[in-house]
Nanobody, 114 residues
Framework: VQLQASGGGLVQPGGSLRLSCAVSKSILSESVMYWHRQAPGKQREWVATITSGGSTNYADSVKGRFTISRDNDENTVYLQAKSLKPEDTAVYYC?????????WGGGTQVTVSS
């Protein structure tokens, strides 16, 4: 299983971005999907989760600003990020848990700066 994150970029504080994570196999409906992020000099941290049943959970730092969703037909998971803050600057990674194994893709850089 391969995952590829995209959609990052440079955005001003208060702006929005939509990150995408393309999955190489049609297994999203049976998987738990994650977004994590890692800021410079910091440990990787969990951002959001969407279960196979569609339940979502968010880190307190992004709750109310970020939304995780998925399109099973397109084999893609999204992270809609709004009201971005400089402290959201990080490399964002998507992950997938399926059949007892967890897979991670390459990250996409998000920089929030004026």
């Amino acid at each position: 299983v391969q995952l590829q994150a995209s959609g990052g970029g440079l955005v001003q504080p208060g702006g929005s971005l939509r990150l995408s994570c393309a999955v190489s196999k049609s297994i999203l409906s049976e998987s738990v999907m994650y977004w994590h992020r890692q800021a410079p000099g910091k440990q990787r941290e969990w951002v959001a989760t969407i279960t196979s049943g569609g339940s979502t959970n968010y880190a307190d730092s992004v709750k109310g600003r970020f939304t995780i969703s998925r399109d099973n037909d397109e084999n893609t998971v999204y992270l809609q990020a709004k009201s971005l803050k400089p402290e959201d600057t990080a490399v964002y990674y998507c992950g997938l848990h399926y059949s007892g194994a967890t897979y991670w893709g390459g990250g996409t850089q998000v920089t929030v700066s004026s």
